[in-house]
């Protein structure tokens, strides 16, 4: 219900583009046809790629290549992209390594997309706080 619900509050001229794992494949097949795209959203994306990876270290791997892809995608597309992520780091430790090890990850792919962002916002409470 809460999906449809969003779906439901777009813009008609919005496209809708479910990429799980491969987000740099769909912005080098499909972002060149937009002036802006919003990729909703790195957590996941994270997230799907190191449970489909069968141990820690092919997982950092993946999650990092595809987040170097993923930049360099961008980079050579004229679209400005607006990315989504969560925060995980500012929490408590959590009781378990694969949490541990994705609050890392994702703290790393983090930092990498953002050292590349012309801007960088953090949303405290629906308030966006500029970081960069």
């Known amino acids: 219900m809460r999906i449809e619900r969003h779906k439901k509050s777009r813009p008609l001229n ?21 002036p802006v795209v919003v990729i909703d ?3 996941m994306l994270v997230s ?17 290549k595809e987040i170097d892809s993923l930049i360099n995608a961008m980079k050579a597309k004229s679209a400005a992209f607006i990315l989504v992520s969560n925060e995980v780091g500012l929490g408590i430790v959590p009781d378990n390594e694969l949490s541990r090890n994705y609050r890392d990850l994702l703290g790393r792919a983090n930092q ?6 012309d801007e ?6 629906g308030i966006p706080v500029k970081v960069k």
Do not use: H
């Open 14 to 34: 919005w496209d809708t583009l479910e990429s799980p794992s491969e987000v740099s494949k769909a912005i080098n097949e499909k972002a060149g046809e937009y």
């Open 41 to 43: 959203c790195i957590t």
């Open 48 to 64: 799907n790629i190191m449970l489909g990876a069968s141990d820690e270290k092919s997982a950092e791997s993946a999650v990092l």
């Open 112 to 117: 990498l997309l953002a050292s590349y962002a």
């Open 120 to 125: 960088v916002y953090l949303l405290v409470a």
